[in-house]
């Protein structure tokens, strides 16, 4: 069955109540949130594999992007890197995206995704791929239907009940999925429950465009049965305050070790591939390979809190119109067609 990022589990009849039970079982461990909060070396692994995915697949869909992204973390939260090196960084980027485009049936070539992101120089072979591609595998027990924010915009924008035309709403959308991609990049967002951050960025983009309506729709949320109030408060609050910029550039913060030259990426993955179970197999799932500014105005909540955000200024007016009219087709992050209308 084709993966929609927005809608993961369709074999599933209630939709809603599903989603909200296993959502934990996509997130990241709390000791690898603990080991990229203290040590800034994994940090640096984990920003210099995002940054390759992002160069890697900067021509394709967005949300395929932040697939990989998703792949990536859970793999690193459920294991050690297996070599942290610069060619199995990359190794592991490509593989990444290269399940995330089986997943949502992206037609590509795996020549596509090397020669990109200033390492030419490294070349797998599809073999080599896919053996990285099955450890990832393994290591996500084969859960490769992601929950993400991304399923929970069209329930939780079901609640704001707004009488607004198609346009509107799906402006709402759209500056909330822009939101949870740059979220992404943020550690400090890693512990919260996918749907809390669905939540929290979309009461963002409403304060943002109905700044008049923003008491509702937050009540809207808060009144939810499968939202924790507390969380909600405290990712609403690490969404404004963090930096979001337009481009990902990081500073390098720690030097890759250098390895015995004898590790290459054939023989690291035969050790790996060979000490995996076969009962990492054993789900349904079938993957084959083939070779081919304006400065806001913030509010910032607390349980104790009953925010009014003061009436729109004219540059608030203006961004409101931009986004009403043309947001959508003019923005630098182009939404793909899996987005599905609320």
Same mark, same amino acid.
């Given at each position: 069955?084709?993966?929609?990022?927005?809608?993961?589990?369709?074999?599933?009849?209630?939709?809603?109540?599903?989603?909200?039970?296993?959502?934990?079982?996509?997130?990241?461990?709390?000791?690898?949130?603990?080991?990229?909060?203290?040590?800034?070396?994994?940090?640096?692994?984990?920003?210099?594999?995002?940054?390759?995915?992002?160069?890697?697949?900067?021509?394709?869909?967005?949300?395929?992007?932040?697939?990989?992204?998703?792949?990536?973390?859970?793999? &690193? /939260?459920?294991?050690?890197?297996?070599? %942290?090196?610069?060619?199995?960084?990359?190794?592991? #980027? @490509?593989?990444?995206? *290269?399940?995330?485009?089986?997943?949502?049936?992206?037609?590509?070539?795996?020549?596509?995704?090397?020669?990109?992101?200033?390492?030419?120089?490294?070349?797998?072979?599809?073999?080599?791929?896919?053996?990285?591609?099955?450890?990832?595998?393994?290591?996500?027990?084969?859960?490769?239907?992601?929950?993400?924010?991304?399923?929970?915009?069209?329930?939780?924008?079901?609640?704001?009940?707004?009488?607004?035309?198609?346009?509107?709403?799906?402006?709402?959308?759209?500056?909330?999925?822009?939101?949870?991609?740059?979220?992404?990049?943020?550690?400090?967002?890693?512990?919260?429950?996918?749907?809390?951050?669905?939540?929290?960025?979309? &009461? /963002?983009?409403?304060?943002?465009?109905? %700044?008049?309506?923003?008491?509702?729709?937050?009540? #809207? @949320?808060?009144?939810? *049965?499968?939202?924790?109030?507390?969380?909600?408060?405290?990712?609403?609050?690490?969404?404004?305050?963090?930096?979001?910029?337009?481009?990902?550039?990081?500073?390098?913060?720690?030097?890759?070790?250098?390895?015995?030259?004898?590790?290459?990426?054939?023989?690291?993955?035969?050790?790996?591939?060979?000490?995996?179970?076969?009962?990492?197999?054993?789900?349904?799932?079938?993957?084959?390979?083939?070779?081919?500014?304006?400065?806001?105005?913030?509010?910032?909540?607390?349980?104790?809190?009953?925010?009014?955000?003061?009436?729109?200024?004219?540059?608030?007016?203006?961004?409101?119109?931009?986004?009403?009219?043309?947001?959508?087709?003019?923005?630098?992050?182009?939404?793909?067609?899996?987005?599905?209308?609320?």
């Amino acid at each position: 069955m084709e993966f929609n990022i927005e809608n993961p589990l369709t074999n599933l009849h209630d939709f809603n109540d599903s989603l909200f039970l296993v959502e934990s079982d996509h997130m990241i461990s709390e000791n690898y949130l603990k080991t990229l909060k203290t040590r800034d070396f994994h940090l640096s692994l984990r920003r210099e594999a995002l940054s390759s995915i992002l160069l890697i697949s900067c021509n394709y869909d967005p949300f395929l992007s932040y697939l990989a992204a998703n792949y990536l973390d859970r793999f &690193l /939260s459920s294991q050690e890197m297996p070599q %942290p090196k610069p060619w199995m960084l990359r190794l592991l #980027a @490509i593989s990444c995206i *290269s399940l995330a485009a089986k997943m949502t049936k992206t037609e590509f070539n795996l020549t596509d995704f090397q020669g990109r992101g200033g390492d030419e120089g490294l070349i797998f072979d599809t073999q080599t791929i896919q053996r990285m591609e099955y450890l990832i595998l393994g290591a996500l027990k084969w859960r490769m239907r992601s929950i993400t924010p991304f399923s929970f915009l069209c329930f939780f924008i079901s609640l704001f009940q707004l009488n607004e035309p198609p346009s509107i709403i799906q402006a709402l959308k759209a500056r909330a999925t822009e939101i949870i991609f740059k979220a992404q990049n943020d550690i400090k967002l890693l512990e919260f429950k996918p749907s809390i951050i669905s939540a929290s960025a979309l &009461l /963002s983009a409403s304060h943002e465009l109905f %700044p008049l309506q923003f008491t509702t729709f937050k009540n #809207a @949320i808060l009144n939810c *049965s499968y939202v924790n109030k507390e969380n909600m408060f405290q990712c609403y609050n690490v969404i404004l305050k963090q930096e979001i910029v337009m481009d990902i550039g990081y500073d390098d913060e720690s030097e890759i070790d250098t390895l015995s030259s004898s590790d290459t990426p054939v023989n690291v993955l035969d050790r790996r591939f060979s000490s995996s179970t076969e009962s990492d197999k054993t789900s349904g799932a079938t993957i084959t390979t083939t070779d081919t500014s304006t400065t806001a105005t913030t509010t910032q909540l607390s349980p104790n809190t009953n925010p009014n955000p003061p009436p729109p200024q004219p540059e608030r007016d203006n961004k409101r119109r931009k986004i009403a009219t043309g947001y959508c087709n003019n923005h630098r992050i182009q939404l793909s067609q899996t987005q599905q209308k609320c």
